[in-house]
Structures are given as structure tokens and as C-alpha cells.
């Protein structure tokens, strides 16, 4: 049995003229949702300057191919940053506009375990340079 059929509350995944669907929420609950969003935009616009930053004033701290590496990391996890960002906004909207639970998300597990990641990779190319 899924979670979806075993727990009524979960809203269907929003579809068509998904804004429609429902009653408006209060618009205290939209703005909180909203501010969440820009949050999480304003995280991968960090990550974005953060690659910015790598690639530009860092050039003799490491190999070309481990800043290359960082900088795509940073990039792509922006990109996928922006994209979880309005999908978990829509699926948040959508669950209030129904009145059910808000749905779970992954993604601040996944953020966790990138910066991990990116802090042992930053720690390589200092020490790197140190060398």
C-alpha cells in the first residue's frame, strides 16, 4: 500500500489549472509559502555566485580540473535548486487550496548532503594549495 493510499490527506499531484482547484488560502499562508520559495532561491543564487567565485578569483589554489568540477557542481546544483523550489511552492499551494497536509520533501536532505559534499571538495583544493 503507498503512502498516498494509505494516508487520505495527501492531495493528488496538481494538474491543468491546478490554481483554481479549492478555496484561496488564507493570504498570510501564500506569503509564508512564498517567502519559503524566495528562500530557496536566494540559496541557489549563492551557490551561483559561489561557482562565480571558484572559477574567477581562484585560478592558482588547484587543478583546472578540480575547480571545473566545483563550478559544475555549483551550477547544476542551482539549477536543481530553482526547479525544487517551484515545485515544492506549487505542491505547497496546491495542498492549502485543497486543505490537506502539506506534502514532505527531500530536498533539504539532499541540500545537506551536497554541502558535504562541496565542503570535503573545498577542503581538497585548499589543502591543494597549500601544497
Known amino acids: ?16 489549472k491546478w490554481w483554481l482547484a ?10 509564508a509559502n512564498e517567502r519559503t520559495f524566495l528562500a530557496w532561491i536566494r540559496t541557489a543564487l549563492a551557490l ?9 578569483f581562484s585560478p592558482q589554489l588547484s587543478s583546472v580540473g578540480l575547480r571545473t568540477t566545483l563550478t559544475a ?11 525544487i523550489a517551484w515545485r515544492r ?3 505547497n499551494e496546491y495542498a492549502m487550496r485543497l486543505g490537506s497536509d502539506l506534502p514532505y520533501t527531500r530536498g533539504l536532505l539532499l541540500l545537506g548532503g551536497f ?3 562541496l565542503a570535503v571538495l573545498l577542503a581538497v583544493m585548499l589543502w591543494q594549495a597549500s601544497q
Open 73 to 83: 557542481l555549483l551550477l547544476s546544483a542551482a539549477s536543481a535548486l530553482g526547479i
Open 89 to 91: 511552492w506549487r505542491h
Open 115 to 117: 554541502i558535504m559534499v
Open 22 to 31: 479549492g478555496k484561496t488560502p488564507d493570504y498570510r499562508f501564500t506569503l
Open 48 to 56: 551561483m555566485a559561489g561557482a562565480v567565485g571558484i572559477e574567477q
Open 1 to 16: 500500500m503507498s503512502l498516498q493510499e494509505n494516508n487520505s490527506s495527501v492531495p493528488p499531484r496538481p494538474r491543468g
